[in-house]
C-alpha cells in the first residue's frame, strides 16, 4: 500500500510536466486546427520553456522569485496530495495557499497590469471556489469520506450517478481554472488581451518558465479531479475515467475557440449562478436521500 | 481555589490602583506587574488543574451575594440615569426592567435554593482563563504606549486614562470571574460587568459619535441581559436550581423547561457576540481607541457571548428550538459579514466584520452541538483571540505612525515599516491561509457543518470562504507590495509596543505549532466530560491526525522557506512596466502629451455586491425572522 502511494507521488512529480505540457501542444495544434491553421509542433510548450530558461535573468524586485518559487513548490505539494490520496479538503486548501503566493507574487512588483491581473485572479478564485468546495462535500457526502484514497473505492461505485449536477458545476469552473476563454481575465495565452500579461506582466525568463509548469502541474491536478468522479476501482472505470478526462478537456478547447473573452461580472455572475442552481440542488437530493428517506 | 481567587480580585486592585495613581511613571509600573501576574497565575491554574482537569468549590459566602447585589442595584441606579442624561430613554427602561426583576427573584425564590457549587474550574475555563490572562493582559501593556500617543493627538481632551485603564482591568478580572462561575446568578452580575465596562470603553472619547455608539451597545446588551434575567427566573423557578452544571445534566436528561432557559441563554449569547440583528454594536465600537477594539474583539467580551454559547452546546442541535435558532443566526451572519468586509477599506472595519463572521462561524458549531462541532469551536476561540489581538495593534501602531487606518493608505508598508508589515503578513495569513490556525479549525467547522450542519449551513460556508479569501487576499496584495524610494520609518514605534506586536506574532506561530497538543491534552478530555453519552473510543475528530501532522510539517515549510530563499537573487533589478515610459523611480510614467503621471493603485471593493448597508438589510431581516419564530414557537408551547 505504501509502496503504491509513493510510486504514484513519484510518477506523478516526474509525468505531470511532461504530460501537461504534451496536452497544452495538443491543445495549441486542435485550436489551430479549429481556426483553420496548421499550427505549431506538439512539441512546442517545451520549446517555449526551454527558451524562457535561457532569457536575460532580470527581476522588478527581489522578493517576486521567492514567492513565485513557493507557487509552483506548492502546486506540485498539491498534486502530491493528491496522488497520495490524501484529504481532498487538504488538497483544495493547499492548492488555495498555492494561488495565493501567484496573486502575492504579481502584487509584490506594484505594477498597474501585474496588480489589475491579481485582483481579477483573486475575483476568479472567488468565483470558483464556492463549487470546488461543494464538489469536495458532495464526494464526501455520497463516499463517506474525504481521503482520495477511498472516493475510488471499489464499494462506492461512480460518484457521478449521484452527483451529476456537481459534475456539471465542475467542469463549468474548469474553464475559469484552465485559463481559458471566455474566462481567461486575469493572464491569456494568447497576446492580445488589453491587461499585456495580466497577472504575469513583470514575470520574465526562467520565472516565467517556472509559471507555465506550474500550470502544467495544475492541469494534470485538475483533471484528477474529474477523474474522481468516473473511477470506481476497476481497471475498465479507470480507462472510462481517462476518456471523460479527454473528452472534458477537449470541451474545453472548443469553448475557448468558441467565446470571446466575457466582462468579470459574467464570470462571478455565472459561476454562482451554477454553484447555487447545479451545485445546491445536487446537495438538496443528497440530503434528502441520506437523511429524510 | 486561592488562584482562581486570585485572578477574580487581583485585576480589581490593579483596577483601583491604577484609577488612584495618576502619574505616567507609576501606571507604567503598575500596568507592567500585574500584567506579568495575571499572566502567570493563569498559566499556574492550567498547571495547577492540568491533571484533575475539573473540580468545583462550595465557596458559599452570603457577604458575597449581598454585595453583589448592592452593586447590582447600584449599577442599574447609574444606567438609569445616564440614559435620562443623555436621553437613550431605552436604557433607561431596559435596566429598570432587568434589575429589580433580578432583585425580586432573589429574593423570593433565589434566596430558598441551596448552591453547592458557586465556582468551578474545567479545561475550557481554563482555556479561556489563558486567553484573558495572557492575550488581555499584553493588550493592557500596548495601551500604555498607544493611549501616550493617543493623548498626545488628541490634545484638547482630559487626560482620562486612568479611568481607561481601571475598566480594562475591571473587564480582565469580570471576565476571569464569568468563565469560572458555575452559579448563574453569579455568572450574571460578571455578564453585566462586562456590558457596562465595554459600554464606558466605547464611549471613552465622549464625541457625539461615540455616545450614540455606546448607548446602542448597552442597549443591545442590556436586551441579552433582559433575556438572560428571564432564564434565570425560569431556571430558578421551574428547574429549581442556579447551577450551570445541573441544568446542562438536566438538558441532557431531556427535562422539558430546559428548553426555554437554554433558548433564552443563547440569545443573550448572541446579542454578547455581535451577532445579526445585533452585529451594529461591534462595528459601533471602533470609534474608541484601538486598544479597546482589541480587548472587545479577542478575549473579552464577545469571547464571553460565544463561550456562554459553547458551554450549552450540548443542549442544542437540531432537536432542539434553541440550536436551530442559534445555528442559523450564526451561519447567515457568517456568510453576511463575510460579504460585507469585502467592501470596506477601512482596516479597523475589515477586521470587525471578519470577527462577527468568525463569531458566527463558533455560534454555529455550538449550535450544531455536537463534539466535532464544539472541538472546531473551541479552536476558532483560541486562533481567532491570538490573531486578532495582533491585527488590531497593528492597526493600531500604523495609524499612529502612517495617519491612517485606511488599507489604501497602507502602500509600501513593507518598505517603511518592514517589521510591522511582517507581522500583519504573519496575522492576515493566519486568518485564512493553511496551515495556519484559523483555516485549520474553519476546515473542522466545515466538515462539523457538511456531516450534521444541513445543506443551507454547507453553502453559506463555502460561499462565504470565498469571500473570505477574497478580502483578506487583497489586503495582504497591499502589505506585499514593494515600492522603491520610501523612507523607512519603523523606529518610529513604541518599544512597548513593538515587544507586544513581536509576542502576539510569536505566539500565532507557536500556536499552530502546538494546536495538536492543546486538542489532545484540553479540549479533547473536556469533550468527553461535556459528551458523556458519546463513548471516547469513536470519538472521531474532524481532523485526522494525519492532517494534523501535515498541517505542522507544512507551516515548519514555511517557516524555513522564507529564512533560506527570501530576498536572495542575483538577478538584474529592471523597472517595472507602466502605461508609458516609467520615469525610473517606478512611481510615475510619462503619459500623453508628454504629461507626467503617479502611479495609483487602488483594491477592489465590490460595492455593487457586497455592500455594506445591502448585507446588512439582509442579514438583520432573516436573523429576526428566525429569532422572533423560535421564540414565537416556543412561547406557543408554554400558553
Known amino acids: 500500500m505504501n509502496m503504491t502511494i509513493i510510486i504514484s507521488v513519484i510518477a506523478y512529480i516526474i509525468l505531470a510536466p511532461i504530460v501537461g505540457g504534451l496536452l497544452a501542444g495538443i491543445d495549441r495544434k486542435i485550436s489551430a486546427r479549429m481556426q483553420g491553421r496548421v499550427g505549431p509542433s506538439i512539441l512546442q510548450p517545451f520549446y517555449d520553456m526551454f527558451k524562457l530558461m535561457e532569457k536575460e535573468a532580470i527581476t522588478v524586485n527581489k522578493a517576486q522569485d521567492f514567492y513565485v518559487g513557493c507557487f509552483l513548490f506548492f502546486i506540485i505539494v498539491t498534486g502530491g496530495f493528491f496522488f497520495a490520496g490524501l484529504d481532498l479538503l487538504l488538497v483544495i486548501f493547499t492548492l488555495t495557499l498555492a494561488s495565493v503566493f501567484l496573486i502575492v507574487a504579481a502584487f509584490s512588483s506594484n505594477s498597474p497590469y501585474a496588480q489589475i491581473g491579481a485582483e481579477r485572479e483573486l475575483l476568479q478564485m472567488m468565483a470558483y471556489e464556492p463549487m470546488v468546495l461543494i464538489t469536495a462535500a458532495g464526494l464526501y457526502l455520497v463516499t463517506g469520506s474525504f481521503n482520495i484514497s477511498d472516493i475510488i473505492n471499489p464499494e462506492n461505485g461512480m460518484a457521478i450517478k449521484f452527483l451529476p449536477g456537481i459534475f456539471l458545476g465542475f467542469v463549468f469552473i474548469l474553464t475559469i481554472k484552465f485559463r481559458k476563454s471566455p474566462f481567461d481575465l486575469s493572464m491569456s495565452h494568447h497576446g492580445h488581451q488589453e491587461l499585456v500579461k495580466g497577472l504575469t506582466t513583470e514575470f520574465a525568463g526562467k520565472t516565467m518558465a517556472l509559471i507555465e509548469i506550474a500550470h502544467w502541474y495544475e492541469n494534470i491536478f485538475l483533471l484528477g479531479i474529474v477523474f474522481l468522479f468516473i473511477a470506481n476501482g476497476t481497471v475498465w472505470g479507470a480507462v472510462a475515467a481517462v476518456v471523460v478526462c479527454l473528452v472534458t478537456y477537449f470541451i474545453e478547447i472548443l469553448i475557448d475557440n468558441s467565446y470571446a473573452r466575457m466582462k468579470w461580472q459574467i464570470a462571478i455572475n455565472s459561476s454562482w449562478i451554477v454553484a447555487i442552481t447545479l451545485g445546491f440542488i445536487n446537495m438538496l437530493v443528497i440530503y434528502f436521500s441520506k437523511f429524510v428517506l | ?639
Request: with cysteine; proline share 3%.
Open chain 2, 1 to 639: 481555589m486561592s488562584t482562581i481567587t486570585f485572578l477574580i480580585l487581583f485585576p480589581l486592585l490593579s483596577a483601583i490602583a491604577l484609577l488612584v495613581l495618576r502619574t505616567d511613571a507609576a501606571r507604567g509600573v503598575i500596568v507592567k506587574v500585574s500584567a506579568t501576574l495575571i499572566a502567570v497565575a493563569s498559566i499556574y491554574l492550567a498547571y495547577q488543574y492540568f491533571g484533575i482537569g475539573e473540580e468545583y468549590f462550595d465557596f458559599a459566602n452570603e457577604t458575597v451575594n449581598l454585595g453583589m447585589t448592592v452593586i447590582e442595584v447600584l449599577l442599574a441606579i447609574m444606567i438609569i440615569y445616564l440614559g435620562i442624561k443623555y436621553k437613550k430613554y431605552l436604557a433607561s427602561v431596559l435596566a429598570a426592567i432587568q434589575t429589580p426583576t433580578m432583585i425580586w427573584f432573589e429574593v423570593k425564590v433565589g434566596h430558598h435554593i441551596h448552591v453547592t457549587n458557586n465556582l468551578y474550574v474545567d479545561r475550557l475555563s481554563i482555556i479561556m482563563v489563558l486567553i484573558i490572562g495572557i492575550i488581555g493582559s499584553i493588550i493592557t501593556v500596548y495601551a500604555l504606549g498607544y493611549m501616550k500617543d493617543f493623548q498626545h493627538h488628541h490634545k484638547d481632551q482630559p487626560d482620562r486614562r486612568p479611568f481607561f485603564f481601571f475598566i480594562m482591568y475591571l473587564f480582565l478580572g469580570a471576565m476571569c470571574g464569568l468563565v469560572l462561575s458555575n452559579n448563574i446568578v453569579w455568572l450574571y452580575f460578571f455578564w453585566e460587568i462586562t456590558t457596562l465596562c465595554s459600554f464606558f470603553l466605547i464611549g471613552y472619547t465622549k464625541t457625539e459619535e461615540a455616545i450614540n455608539n455606546s448607548f446602542r451597545a448597552l442597549i443591545m446588551n442590556l436586551l441579552g441581559g433582559v433575556g438572560f434575567v428571564i432564564a434565570i427566573v425560569i431556571m430558578g423557578s421551574s428547574l429549581g436550581t442556579l447551577e450551570l452544571n445541573q441544568l446542562i445534566m438536566m438538558g441532557m436528561f431531556g427535562v422539558p423547561a430546559v428548553t426555554y432557559v437554554a433558548a433564552l441563554l443563547a440569545f443573550a449569547g448572541i446579542t454578547k457576540a455581535a451577532q445579526m440583528p445585533f452585529n451594529s454594536w461591534l462595528l459601533g465600537a471602533m470609534v474608541a481607541p484601538t486598544p479597546t477594539s482589541a480587548l472587545l474583539h479577542s478575549s473579552t467580551m464577545v469571547k464571553a457571548g460565544v463561550f456562554l454559547i459553547i458551554k450549552l452546546a450540548p443542549l442544542l442541535g437540531w432537536q432542539s428550538l434553541a440550536g436551530i435558532m442559534v445555528m442559523m443566526v450564526g451561519g447567515i451572519t457568517f456568510i453576511m459579514a463575510s460579504f460585507a468586509a469585502v467592501s470596506q477599506s477601512n482596516a479597523k472595519k475589515v477586521l470587525a466584520y471578519s470577527t462577527v463572521a468568525n463569531l458566527g462561524l463558533i455560534v454555529a458549531c455550538g449550535g450544531i452541538g455536537t463534539y466535532a462541532a464544539v472541538w472546531a469551536g473551541i479552536l476558532l476561540i483560541i486562533f481567532h483571540a491570538i490573531t486578532k489581538s495582533l491585527l488590531f495593534l497593528c492597526v493600531g501602531t500604523a495609524e499612529h505612525n502612517i495617519g491612517s487606518r485606511d488599507i489604501e493608505d497602507m502602500d509600501g508598508l513593507f518598505t517603511r515599516m518592514p517589521k510591522l508589515a511582517t507581522y500583519m503578513i504573519v496575522g492576515i495569513s493566519a486568518m485564512f491561509l493553511a496551515p495556519l490556525g484559523m483555516l485549520v479549525s474553519k476546515w473542522a467547522a466545515m466538515k462539523a457543518f457538511i456531516d450534521n450542519g444541513g445543506v443551507l449551513l454547507v453553502m453559506f460556508i463555502a460561499f462565504g470562504s470565498a469571500a473570505t479569501l477574497f478580502y483578506w487576499t487583497k489586503w495582504l496584495g497591499k502589505m506585499v507590495a514593494i515600492m522603491a524610494n520610501r523612507e523607512n520609518i519603523q523606529s518610529g514605534v513604541n518599544k512597548d509596543e513593538n515587544f507586544v506586536l513581536s509576542t502576539l506574532t510569536i505566539l500565532t506561530v507557536i500556536v499552530c505549532l502546538i494546536f495538536p497538543l492543546i486538542s489532545k491534552t484540553m479540549i479533547v478530555p473536556y469533550l468527553i466530560k461535556a459528551f458523556p453519552y458519546v463513548d471516547p473510543k469513536h470519538m472521531i475528530l474532524a481532523l485526522s491526525s494525519t492532517n494534523m501532522t501535515i498541517m505542522v510539517i507544512m507551516l515548519f515549510v514555511l517557516i524555513v522557506l522564507p529564512i533560506l530563499f527570501f530576498g536572495r537573487t542575483n538577478k538584474k533589478i529592471v523597472p517595472i512596466y507602466l502605461a508609458g515610459a516609467n520615469l525610473g523611480d517606478d512611481l510615475t510614467f510619462r503619459g500623453a502629451m508628454e504629461k507626467e503621471v503617479p502611479v495609483s493603485l487602488k483594491n477592489w471593493y465590490m460595492e455593487g455586491y457586497f455592500g455594506e448597508k445591502k448585507m446588512n438589510v439582509i442579514g438583520v431581516i432573516a436573523t429576526v425572522v428566525i429569532i422572533t419564530g423560535v421564540f414565537a414557537i416556543l412561547l406557543g408551547g408554554v400558553l
